[in-house]
């Protein structure tokens, strides 16, 4: 049998925010890799788009729609899901202002999706044990949270900074059943999310220039990392912090 550490065949991985962007392309990776991918997000059109995508020759792939802020549906999914070998929680929003107009309002629609719905999906799944023994667990956070990388992200920041912390709990926590729990720290990455007008083109294209490596991150660049950790490549590594982004925060 051909030697390959990296592997995902065998394991049933769920992806969250996969109907774009770095879940999306993580889905496509995972079910490139060997996986049965359960894929969920909010827009029925573009999950589908997704699903379409994964690969054919894994069988039992699966869609489930949920709103990733509304309690009913968090419940409802993990009532659905498979028992899982990994899930990369990637649904997530960003927001651009300055910190003068952080509003409480603010700070609780941003912690909403990109922080209370990931720490309650990642609960009801250990708790309910859908997470199998030596599973692995991929934040999607960012150097938002590890850095000021950006003036007027502080709310971003804050929401993925908690993530993080929240993320060195339960892999201490969750290792009493070997499930591992690391984040990735991504730095800007070419999706939707940036590409919709807050910043300019022009303005995105002279902030890439101040990555050593020279570009932004690709989806693909993430959904590698988070193959690494999904697999029994990483079985040792639990509660770090994969800071992604080409030098940037050098
Ligand atoms: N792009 C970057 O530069 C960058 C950098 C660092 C970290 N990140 C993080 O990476 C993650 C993915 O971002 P992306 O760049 O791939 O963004 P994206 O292309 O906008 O994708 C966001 C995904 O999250 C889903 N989502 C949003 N709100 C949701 C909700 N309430 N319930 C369920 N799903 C929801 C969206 O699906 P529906 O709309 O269909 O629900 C979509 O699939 C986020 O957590 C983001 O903060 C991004």
Excluded at 35 to 54: M, P, S
Excluded at 170 to 191: D, F, H, K, L, Q
């Amino acid at each position: 049998m051909e030697y390959n550490p990296f592997t995902l065949t065998g394991k049933t991985v769920l992806v969250t925010g996969a109907s774009s962007g770095i879940g999306q392309e993580s889905a496509i990776a995972c079910s490139r890799m060997g996986a049965k991918v359960v894929i969920t997000a909010r827009n029925q059109e573009r999950l589908h788009a997704t699903f379409d995508q994964l690969n054919p020759e894994v069988e039992g792939h699966m869609q489930l729609l949920a709103d990733m802020t509304v309690q009913q549906d968090v419940e409802r999914l993990v009532g659905e899901l498979p028992k899982l070998d990994g899930a990369v929680l990637c649904a997530g929003n960003s927001m651009t202002l300055p910190l003068q107009f952080g509003t409480r309002e603010k700070f609780d629609s941003m912690f909403d999706i990109n922080f209370f719905a990931p720490v309650e999906l990642l609960r009801l799944m250990y708790k309910k044990k859908v997470l199998l023994k030596g599973a692995s667990v991929v934040l999607i956070a960012s150097i938002g949270g590890t850095h000021s990388f950006m003036p007027g992200n502080g709310v971003y920041g804050a929401s993925k900074a908690a993530l993080n912390s929240i993320m060195r709990y339960a892999a201490r926590e969750y290792a009493a059943r070997m499930v591992r729990v690391n984040s990735i720290c991504p730095g800007m990455v070419n999706t939707p999310l940036i590409h919709d007008g807050t910043i300019t083109e022009e303005q995105l294209a002279e902030d890439a220039k101040r990555y050593p490596l020279g570009r932004y991150g690709e989806p693909t660049d993430v959904a590698n990392a988070a193959i690494y950790l999904l697999s029994d490549a990483s079985a040792w590594m639990t509660g770090h912090d994969l800071v992604l982004d080409g030098g940037f925060s050098l």
